[in-house]
């Protein structure tokens, strides 16, 4: 993992899914897209998922969607530092992929299936050089 790039002493927690832009504050998901069907991913691909074909490139995504779905994390997994409960979204970019994150300053007794979302990045940890980890998370867009 020494082909990420790192801007102002920041990488991003997956390069290959959303590369940072800016001063490293900010950032854009990274996906693919595949000539022959037009499907859109996240991230890097060998094949298309839904028809096989090796014919595909890349693009920059969407960093706003709607919420698809979402739990409500009471128990979190090994190693999370952020607040509990938490609440979990899959939401759904214009172009078509999910993608899942912690929705931050959520109230889970108030947040609504399809509300606009919009990505933000967070620091999270620091990296074995001491850069920090930018992790992509979502919140509830601004009206
Ligand atoms: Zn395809």
Redesign the pocket.
């Known amino acids: 993992m020494t082909s990420e790039q790192a801007v102002n002493n920041r990488v991003s927690v997956s390069p290959s899914r959303m590369k940072l832009t800016g001063d490293g504050s900010e950032g854009v998901f990274l996906g693919t897209r595949?000539k022959?069907?037009?499907?859109h991913i996240l991230g890097d691909s060998m094949f298309?998922p839904?028809?096989?074909?090796a014919e595909h490139e890349p693009v920059e995504l969407s960093s706003s969607g709607k919420l698809y779905s979402y739990t409500v994390i009471h128990v979190p997994p090994p190693g999370w530092k952020g607040q509990v409960p938490f609440v979990l979204g899959a939401v759904k970019l214009p172009e078509g992929p999910h993608v899942t994150s912690e929705v931050i300053n959520a109230d889970p007794q108030t947040i609504e299936i399809d509300s606009p979302m919009t990505m933000v990045l967070q620091p999270g940890d620091t990296d074995e050089d001491g850069r920090e980890i930018m992790v992509y998370k979502w919140e509830a867009a601004k009206a």
């Open positions: 595949c022959e069907c037009e499907l298309c839904r028809c096989t074909s």
